[in-house]
């Protein structure tokens, strides 16, 4: 199978955090499954909704074009999972996102969930996901750390920012373990990456749930779904699939491209 992973990155800003990336994944990819990486120019570097829909809008055409390629899957690798329902609803192929998989699988693992994530303003993104997944049961609430991208990016070539990123990451995580949260999920590809460097991937009694290769493995069982067994995303209502000129007008719209 042949995936198409969408990160919201490039490496002009995130040559190390790519490179480690690319390996990870690769090293934790299915026998014969093929992982083709695509970046966005300019990445998405700031915390705000408008650099989400900017590069929520290129992940969706990304699908489309996934799709129109012959790809078999569709994995966009950025927790805020931006343009997922509209890239879902647009591509004829499974598209799974990070956030999406990490939270759904996290159920499996405890009853009360805690995420932390790099910057207090991915906050409100979070707790929109939470909502839109239908999760506020199971996901208790959102901590943050305090870091721009660039300063995190840092932590894969500085041992000492990568011990800063440690330090507030249990800093963060220890008041909602001690809240009764049974698991822990970093929001994003970036701190899991970095968080898998650690010896003992827990806080306390709770794990830490790195959703990268579960986001990965979910979408190598989509794709499997629907080869075998003919399962495909249900088109009666949030994820009906547009007549090909509507695709089409989208794809070429000058004033959005």
Partial sequence: MRIWYQSFADRESAPS?????DKFINAN?????????KEVTP???????ISEWRCGREAIANAIKASD??????LIGHFQDS???EARASASIPVISLGEASML?????????????????????????IQKYALQDRVQDVYAMQFNPGEILAAFDDEERFN???????????PLVEAGVDVLIPAGGIPMLLLSRMENQRVGDAPIVNGLPISLRMCEMAIE???KFGLEVSRTSDFFHPPRDVLDEFLTNPKLS
Avoid: W
């Fill in 17 to 21: 955090y790519l490179r480690e990336l």
């Fill in 225 to 227: 779904m629907k080869q």
């Fill in 29 to 37: 990819a299915s026998e014969g499954t093929e992982i083709v990486f």
């Fill in 105 to 129: 699988y996290a159920c499996q693992y405890g009853q009360r969930i805690g995420i932390i994530t790099m910057n207090p303003r991915f906050i409100p993104f979070h707790k929109h996901q």
């Fill in 43 to 49: 990445p998405d570097s700031y915390a705000h909704a």
């Fill in 69 to 74: 390629e012959n790809y078999d899957g569709f």
């Fill in 164 to 174: 800063e990123v440690i330090r507030q990451f249990e800093a963060q995580a220890l």
């Fill in 83 to 85: 343009g997922l329902y």
